[in-house]
């Protein structure tokens, strides 16, 4: 794998580029989010808004915005995209709360613990539909097409996911597929979208979708990594959360099987359910750190992170295309 992953710099890396070059567009996309999840019924909007203002960074119609930018498209369909790509991302937030019963989201208690399952379930499928309304409305059935593959494969993912909890056997090929459909898909079709209203040609689109594929693979890894590495004022959800609920995650899969027979011992008892203190927790941070589990899931995500910059090779140049690296960057260099 990569030791490292390019840099444009010796800076510390950030969104701040990607920010400032679709401030304008992110304005129209917010507008539109904003017009869209309104409803006559109070608690739509009430709950939705909780979590969309929530201070997350909205990386995913950035991407669809960014990539427009660098391949010079000047129109306006990609910004009712955009929005549809944040509803359906909000969307799989509500259900996986749910689904993980988690108490937490982004530093701030989930739409589930204040309002309930039910409605957040309700207003996850509210926002789903809104997202299939924006779709149409961008007239391009080829991005629809996209987006709703997308969606199918983002739940195929989930479901992967929960048929896969508590198995300690869990493989790093299903671990992959698993990541590469419920977090990859959305960044591939999100890089992609553009491409196809720009009327781009294929080998264009192609590219976009692997450079959100593999950001997207990146920024699961890192992620992964993070739950134990973080507190909870870093990963904005309780640190260990991916232990409790029996998430067997590629640091877990290192760890096991690089462990001992004591230590895999330890593992199938905490995956399946029968070790999760605080103590539990702590002694699964000191068997990923001591078989270097973390260490080389972040070499997997900067191997990933220099596919997803080499993918845009074929592109010129440009602001455009330093923020789309530097976006990157970052996503790796969140776990240091």
Known sequence: ???????????????????????????AVNAVILDRMQSQIPLIPKLAGHLIAGGGKRMRPMLTLASAKLIGYTGTRHHRLAAAVEFIHTATLLHDDVVDG?????????????????ASVLVGDFLFSRSFELMVEADSLKS???????SAVIAEGEVNQLTAVRRVDLGEDRYLDI???KTAALFAAACRISAV??????????ALDAYGR???IAFQLVDDAIDYTSDAGTMGKDAGDD????????????????????DRTFWKDAIEGRRSSDADFAQAIELVRATRAVDDTLARARHYGQRAIDALGPFAGGAAKDAMVEAVEFAVARAY
């Open 243 to 262: 232990f409790r609920e029996g998430k067997v995650t590629l640091p877990v899969i290192l760890a096991y099987a690089r462990g001992s027979a004591e």
């Open 179 to 181: 990541i590469g459909a």
């Open 144 to 150: 629809l097409k996209i987006l709703s593959h997308a």
């Open 214 to 216: 593999y950001l997207g």
């Open 102 to 118: 988690s108490d937490l989201r982004r530093g701030k208690r989930t739409a589930n613990i204040i309002w309930g399952n039910p």
């Open 197 to 206: 209203v720009a009327e781009r040609p294929d080998a264009e689109e192609e």
């Open 1 to 27: 794998m990569s030791a490292s992953i390019h840099r444009l710099s010796g800076r510390t890396p950030s969104l701040d580029p990607m920010i400032d070059l679709v401030t304008a567009d992110m304005n």
